[in-house]
């Protein structure tokens, strides 16, 4: 007997059955034709060297929960395990595909996966359905807008989005035919456990963030109902340091795509709509608008993830140094508002954006100036949100080396958290060494006189480390290098420019 031929919905960074064009798009050709609907994840066993253990439970709550979402609709996810390049086309024949649909991507190496998909689809003439549903705009009609070059300030770029409408998102909520329904494909939960990864799930902490559509549409909703607070919400007046996140913690969702973040933009035009609120840059809007900044910068610039190759990148000559920065990934600097927000970091898988901007200036430029890519990656393990074009991006601007050029404005380890927390109670909690510290020392422990060290139980050199720079000192002869970096830039464009 012939078999049933199948679409198949390859899902990627869209890990939500709301606002999922292409899943619908899948499942409407499938009922159509009276095809089997196959949805896929594709899991590469090697991800649990890249990725930290609070983020591969983060992906696999998000998992359980779609799988959960899809059998509420008469369907079920299938979890591949190896390279999505490998299996996909083998599949191809074995499931005899005539229909495949998935989201549109930048990141390099998923792309890298997907051309080789393509290619074999194309190959065995299946349609392949595309659609832009990991950003609000389409970043590719941005780009032309600015006649294909990437808008390098935030104000231009939103002087581009502008006047375009974005349609409304769209639900799927009717179930699948029993006809469309592969026997078998549904009889077992496919979704692996943490320690098919070789994670021990009691070694982690507390779960903080629950990964999956279910608990991020829950924090949307949650947030979205403070109507007065979205409408006040002003992003520089948010704390890095507060015991409870300050700002909504809605990035890991969106990231994986939990949350739709045209959902998130219509919400935020809802709540907005007839109240006085605050504007962009400083409003929600306006970090959704970042958001929409860096995709668009990172579509169109060839190695935004890198400083060699990226014509956006001041090249700048930063030093390695693997001890200093093994101490400031594992958080023993010896600065302990740095610390904390490393340690909190590696622990929740979440940080505030003012707090990676601490750590961030401190890898780079302010103190230790090592590479942003190295901060980059080690962000890539820990951030439960990391997102290729916004990590990249923000490292750029972090560092003075893209979008950012105030490069002499160097965050203090010292000054900057005693702004939100005086009291260092931030500091107390995730640096616990320091907990009996008076207040006066709590940022600056090695000015403790002995007795004051013995008497907190905690001798800085000991229980807690020296420092490994002096901020004071390292961040003046930084900036010089900085000034010496700019100018070398500058001299080799001009000398770039055609003379007329
Ligand atoms: C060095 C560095 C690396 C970063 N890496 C990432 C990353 O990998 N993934 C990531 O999602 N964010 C990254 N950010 C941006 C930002 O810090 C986080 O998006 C934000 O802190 C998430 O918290 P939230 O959801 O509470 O944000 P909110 O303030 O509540 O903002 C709402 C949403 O807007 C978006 N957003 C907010 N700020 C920014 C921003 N500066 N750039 C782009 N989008 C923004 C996020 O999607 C966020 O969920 C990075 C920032 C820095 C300085």
């Known amino acids: 007997m012939a078999k049933i031929p199948s679409v198949v919905h390859w899902f990627r960074l869209d890990l939500r059955i709301h606002d999922n064009l292409a899943l619908r798009n899948a499942i409407n050709e499938a009922e159509n034709r009276k095809y089997l609907l196959r949805p896929v994840y594709v899991l590469d066993p090697d991800i649990a060297s890249k990725v930290g253990a609070n983020r591969l439970r983060f992906l696999i709550q998000s998992l359980q929960d779609l799988d959960t979402n899809l059998r509420k609709l008469n369907s079920c996810l299938f979890i591949l395990r190896g390279k999505a390049s490998e299996l996909l086309p083998k599949l191809f024949d074995e499931w005899q595909v005539k229909y495949l649909t998935t989201q549109v991507d930048i990141d390099p190496e ?9 290619k074999v689809a194309n190959e065995k003439d299946i349609f392949i359905v595309k659609r832009v549903q990991h950003t609000v705009f389409d970043t590719q009609s941005v780009l032309k807008k600015n006649n294909d070059c990437v808008p390098l300030t935030y104000q231009k770029f939103l002087s581009l989005v502008q006047e ?36 021990d799930e009691s070694m982690l902490t507390a779960c903080k963030y ?12 949650m947030y979205m109902a403070k109507k007065q607070w979205v409408c006040k919400f002003e992003k520089p007046n948010s704390s890095p340091n507060s015991i409870e996140p300050s700002t909504t913690v809605l990035s890991p969702y969106i990231s994986h795509g939990c949350v739709s973040s045209k959902l998130f933009y219509h919400k935020l035009k809802e709540v907005e709509n007839g109240i006085p609120h605050t504007m962009p840059p400083v409003s929600l809007m ?34 390695s ?15 302990p508002f740095v610390d904390a927000i490393m340690r909190q970091l590696k622990e929740e898988g979440w940080i505030h954006h003012l707090a990676r901007h601490m750590v961030a200036c401190f890898l780079t430029r302010g103190d230790l100036w090592i590479s942003w890519e190295e901060g980059a ?58 907990k009996k510290y008076p207040t006066e020392y709590i940022y600056e422990p090695w000015k403790a ?8 139980d905690c001798i800085i050199g000991e229980g807690y480390p020296q420092r490994i720079v002096d901020h004071d000192k390292i961040h003046k002869e930084n900036m010089q290098k900085m000034s010496v970096a700019y100018k070398a830039n500058k001299e080799k464009k001009s000398l770039k420019r055609p003379r007329s």
């Not at 439960?384 to 074009?389: G, K, P």
């Not at 939100?420 to 060494?433: A, F, S």
């Open 110 to 118: 998923i792309l890298k996966e997907e051309e080789i998909v393509e």
């Open 321 to 335: 140094n693997d001890e200093q920065l093994k101490a400031w990934a594992e958080g023993r600097t010896g600065y």
């Open 286 to 319: 306006g970090q959704l608008m970042w958001r929409e900044f860096y995709y668009t910068a990172g579509t169109g610039t060839e190695n935004f993830d890198k400083m060699v190759g990226n014509k956006l990148c001041t090249q700048i000559p930063w030093a």
């Open 449 to 456: 006189p002995q007795n004051v060290q013995k008497a907190a």
């Open 164 to 199: 375009i409408q974005v349609k409304d998102t769209i639900e799927i909520t009717k179930s699948l035919s029993d006809h469309c329904k592969p026997s078998d494909y549904c009889d077992n939960n496919n979704v692996p456990l943490l320690s098919e990864l070789g994670i």
């Open 377 to 434: 990656k080690v962000f890539e393990g820990y951030l439960l949100d990391y997102d290729w074009s916004l990590n990249a991006g923000n490292w750029m601007w972090l560092s003075a080396s893209a979008f950012f050029y105030k490069y002499f404005r160097v965050y203090s380890p010292v000054a900057f958290g005693k702004k939100t927390d005086k009291e260092g109670l931030y500091i107390r909690k995730y640096v616990p060494e320091l």
């Open 210 to 221: 629950p990964g999956g559509e279910t608990e991020g549409l829950k924090r949307l909703h």
